[in-house]
Each structure stands twice: as structure tokens, then as C-alpha cells.
């Protein structure tokens, strides 16, 4: 055999032939349709901005669609548009927010726009698994349709034995992350909600808190879907008429979806790993951080926030409250709140934020490294300490999350901005000029004077139509793209469902159809190869 045709010992055929079986298995991730809900103000847009970015950073699949309602009739939809991601879309639904044409209630929002959302997409979802986020949420690894490659990274508390958990995602068989939410459901009216006779009426207290006591994401199949997010649009109302002001605004949507779930008889694997969020919960994927060595290359504090591929780490940090790692003797801490952040950060003039924060009694900066170094330290006195790791975990979860976003303004600037932009990073997080004047709420006192801009845009941006009707003009000229959903149900078992749409089918069949091309080329290269390697004995 020819040496050049060996790579380390290894015959090029079969490098070939890995290739293609590469190329295959990349089909089968791209089957992920991510999806996450907003409103259409400057709070939200930021987060949508550092989200799809994240997932950019870490090598995420599939198609990403942000879904927007209450949107003004002045909103720039060419900015909600702009996005890294290449596979990214932005659905616009009616306004939910309103509750029987009067009570405001933004939790509508996303039951009621996520089923709009299946029901209406343009291109319609093809894609067999759908993962349903939150816009406060930066990507650490990829989400897959067969879960984590390593299955010793799935964590899992329960009663169930670890050998029964699985993440994979198929029909009949979704996932989702542990929330405390409790089961406090079981004990609504149900009947009045589900509907007598329903089997949501039928699970009892321990079941609900082993296979619906969770939150985002949320991972089904787009078969199972359909139901769940129709149920969940209907029940979220009923919760609200039927049960009042005894569940909380969030509650009431989040116990919503356990009931569609639990309606249509569809358990989930409750598990721990996908996620981190409250520093002083279980349930969560802190185990990965309380592990950690300080000098792994999964520190974000003292490395780039991307880790290395198939890392002991959460999938996803979820940044609704505050983070407070780093506290001086004075008891005047360092702090990241969502709420802190400045609307306009995106904006080609506008700084990038710093390592400095004010909560009212004076800026302090702090470095990365700083952070780090207070977590881990004995004497370390972090906001909240109830967990022996409660600094080092906040520590990670600032790192992870500000370095994420910071990196996001970069490159969003580098593509759409003109040369010239500002790299400086020396924004403040809560800047005292703009807060002293406003009373604080419990999370601080958000920006909001300071709206995302078209100034600086390169000109092809700079003038771009950011109007609704241009906008639904581009959804409906996106070009039709095929469904592999085949590949999930065959996973599962099981066998095509009666009510799937004709264009999955269509593209299904197109998809078998292209695996005999795949074959035919590789038993082609197979036989020019051998040629070669008889040519040069």
C-alpha cells in the first residue's frame, strides 16, 4: 500500500468512508428547532442578541426562532433580525399580554406564542425536536436531539435507579430541566381545568413531583408538541379563572404546562444537568462547578467562555436574579443583575460593560481573576451563603454569563457595525448617574433611556426596512427546508403518527431518497481510491 495513502497508518478508504458517516450524524443534530419568547422592547432584545450568540459560541444545531409579541407598530424588526446565528428566525404573534381585553399579563406570552408559533411558523416547523428556552440564557454546551454525548454528565435526583433515565428525545418521550416548582397542581380543580375524565385529573403528588416538577428548557418532540403547547395555551386561562390569585402570576403559566403535559399523558425525564440558576437550590447542575479545579480550562474566569467540547459542565446558565460573588470588608459587593444592564449595549457607539458595578454606595471594579480568587477563598463572604460553593458558584455563573455577553458585542459590532466602533470596555453595569433619581426595586432599577440605535450600522443595515410588513414578506420567500422527523420516530420505535403534515412526509421521503446518492458516491470513492493504490504498487 502507498504511504500517501495512509494517514497514521490508517488507509484514506476508511478515513472516507468516517467522513461520511460524520456527515450523516451531523444531519441527524441539525433535527433541533430552538425556541425562546419576548416582547419587543429593548430588555428582551439584548437577551435575544447574547442568547443566539451563545449558542453560536458553543456549536449549537439546528434553527433558532425568536418568538415577539406586543410589538409597537414603530418597532424595527431589521433589528430583532440581526443575529449571528445563521440559522435564526423571528415569528411575530398577536399581543397576549392583555387578560379578557383589560388585565395586563405578560405570562400569557409564552404559552399562547409558542403555540401560535407551531401552528402558524413560516417555514412551518419540520425539525423533530423542539426545545423551548428562556431569553435569559447563554449556551455552555450544545443541546442535541440524542442528549449529551458522555451519558456520566446526565444527573438525575429521583426515585427512579439512574440506569432508568434517559435524555434522548422521541416521540412519547420528552425532557426537561428539574424546577422547584412542587406539585401544588395536583391539589387545583382539575376537573374544571382538563376536563373531567381527563388523565391530567388522575396523577397523584409523587408523580407529579418525579415527571413535571420542571422548568426550561423544555424538550419534546414536535408531534408532542403540538399538543402540549395547545393544551398549555388553553389551560394557562382556565388556571387563572379557575384557581385566582392563590398561584403566583409565574406559577400559574409554569403549572399550566404540567397540566397540558399530564393531559395528553406525556411524563417527562425530570432531569438536573441541562441547567444552573439559583446558587442555593439543588436540582441543578452545580455539581459540574463544585468540582471544578481552579486552574481547568472549564473556568470562565480565568479562560474564554467557551469551554472545551463535551465538558463536565451545564448546558445552560439561566440568569433571572442576582449574582453576587465578590463582597468587600466594607460589605459592598460587586454585583450582575439582568436589570443592570444597559438596553443599548449592541449599539455601534456604545461601550461594552466592564467589570464595574454601583449599587448606590459607589462604583467598584473588580477583574475576572478577582472574582475568582474571593470565591474560592476560606474566608470568603459572599451575599446569601447558605452552600459551603455559593461564592464559587456565583463566581462561575458571573464569569460565564458577562463574558459571554461581552465577547457577543464584539462580534455582533465586528459583522454589523462600520470600522470605528467602540471596543472600550469600561460600561458599568449600573451606572449611578441613571439610578440615583429612580427608586429601586428588589433587583435594581433597570435602564431603560437608553434604546438600541441604528447609528454606526454599515449602510446595507443602516437602511435595511425594519418594518412588520417587509418582514412577514422575508418569512414567506424563506426557501423550504426538509425534514429528517423520520430519523426521531424510528429512535423512539415507534411507528409515524397519523396526523403529520404532508410536507413532512415529502421531505422525509426526499431525505431516503438522498441517502443512495450518499451511498453511491462513497462505493465510488471507494473504487477510485483502491484504483490508485494498485496504480502505485
Given at each position: 500500500m502507498a504511504p500517501e495513502l495512509l494517514v497514521k497508518g490508517v488507509p484514506l478508504r476508511f478515513l472516507l468512508l468516517l467522513s461520511w458517516l460524520r456527515f450523516v450524524w451531523s444531519i441527524s443534530e441539525d433535527d433541533i428547532h430552538i425556541v425562546f419568547s419576548t416582547d419587543c422592547g429593548g430588555y428582551q432584545n439584548w437577551q435575544a442578541t447574547a442568547l443566539t450568540y451563545s449558542a453560536l459560541m458553543v456549536g449549537q444545531k439546528g434553527h433558532i426562532t425568536r418568538i415577539v409579541t406586543n410589538c409597537p407598530d414603530d418597532a424595527d424588526f431589521a433589528m430583532m433580525r440581526r443575529s449571528l446565528y445563521p440559522n435564526f428566525h423571528v415569528h411575530i404573534t398577536p399581543n397576549f399580554t392583555l387578560d379578557?381585553?383589560?388585565?395586563?399579563?405578560?405570562?400569557?406570552?409564552?404559552?399562547?406564542?409558542?403555540?401560535?408559533?407551531?401552528?402558524?411558523?413560516?417555514p412551518p416547523v419540520t425539525q423533530s425536536v423542539v426545545v423551548l428556552l428562556d431569553p435569559d440564557m447563554v449556551f455552555v454546551q450544545p443541546l442535541r436531539p440524542d442528549g449529551v454525548k458522555n451519558k456520566d454528565n446526565i444527573l438525575y435526583t429521583g426515585y427512579r435507579t439512574r440506569r432508568d433515565v434517559n435524555d434522548s428525545v422521541y416521540e412519547g418521550h420528552p425532557v426537561g430541566q428539574n424546577y422547584a416548582i412542587g406539585s401544588n397542581w395536583v391539589s387545583f380543580k382539575r376537573d374544571l381545568i382538563c376536563g373531567s375524565g381527563s388523565p391530567c385529573t388522575e396523577v397523584n403528588f409523587r408523580e407529579a413531583n418525579e415527571f413535571y416538577a420542571l422548568g426550561p428548557p423544555y424538550l419534546l418532540h414536535r408531534e408532542d408538541a403540538k399538543k402540549v403547547f395547545d393544551a398549555w395555551a388553553k389551560y394557562v386561562k382556565r388556571v387563572r379563572e379557575v384557581q385566582g390569585k392563590k398561584v403566583a402570576d409565574m406559577l400559574s403559566e409554569m403549572y399550566a404546562y404540567c397540566l397540558g403535559a399530564a393531559h395528553h399523558e406525556l411524563p417527562h425525564q425530570r432531569l438536573d444537568h441541562f441547567m444552573v440558576s439559583n446558587h442555593v437550590v439543588g436540582g441543578e447542575g452545580w455539581k459540574f462547578i463544585d468540582e471544578l479545579e481552579t486552574m481547568s480550562k472549564h473556568n470562565p474566569c480565568l479562560n474564554p467562555p467557551k469551554p472545551p467540547e463535551d465538558a463536565a459542565l451545564p448546558l445552560l446558565v439561566h440568569y433571572p436574579g442576582e449574582i453576587i460573588p465578590y463582597i468587600d470588608p466594607k460589605g459592598h459587593g460587586w454585583k450582575f443583575h439582568k436589570k443592570h444592564m444597559p438596553f443599548n449595549i449592541y449599539d455601534c457607539t456604545a461601550d461594552i460593560p466592564g467589570w464595574s458595578s454601583d449599587d448606590l454606595r459607589g462604583p467598584i471594579t473588580v477583574t475576572p481573576e478577582q472574582l475568582w480568587e474571593t470565591a474560592i477563598a476560606p474566608d470568603s463572604k459572599c451575599a446569601r451563603k447558605r452552600n459551603p460553593n455559593s461564592c464559587k458558584r456565583q463566581a462561575w455563573a458571573a464569569c460565564q454569563v458577562h463574558k459571554t455577553i461581552q465577547e457577543s458585542i464584539l462580534r455582533y459590532k465586528e459583522k454589523f457595525c462600520k470600522p470605528g466602533y467602540s471596543k472600550k470596555l469600561n460600561g458599568s453595569l449600573l451606572?449611578?448617574?441613571?439610578?440615583?433619581?429612580?427608586?429601586?426595586?428588589?433587583?435594581?432599577?433597570?435602564?431603560?433611556?437608553?434604546?438600541?440605535?441604528?447609528?454606526?450600522?454599515k449602510d446595507e443595515y443602516m437602511h435595511e426596512d425594519g418594518s412588520k410588513e417587509y418582514h412577514l414578506k422575508l418569512q414567506r420567500a424563506k426557501t423550504w427546508l426538509p425534514d429528517f422527523s423520520f430519523r426521531r420516530k424510528l429512535t423512539a420505535g415507534g411507528n409515524s403518527s397519523d396526523n403529520s403534515n404532508d410536507g413532512s412526509i415529502q421531505s422525509s421521503v426526499l431525505f431516503v431518497a438522498f441517502l443512495p446518492v450518499l451511498c453511491g458516491l462513497l462505493i465510488l470513492s471507494y473504487f477510485v481510491i483502491r484504483g490508485g493504490e494498485k496504480k502505485t504498487k
Open positions: 379578557e381585553g383589560s388585565t395586563y399579563f405578560p405570562y400569557y406570552n409564552k404559552p399562547l406564542g409558542v403555540d401560535h408559533w407551531i401552528k402558524n411558523a413560516v451606572h449611578p448617574k441613571l439610578v440615583k433619581s429612580v427608586k429601586i426595586d428588589p433587583y435594581g432599577a433597570p435602564i431603560g433611556s437608553l434604546e438600541q440605535t441604528r447609528k454606526g450600522l
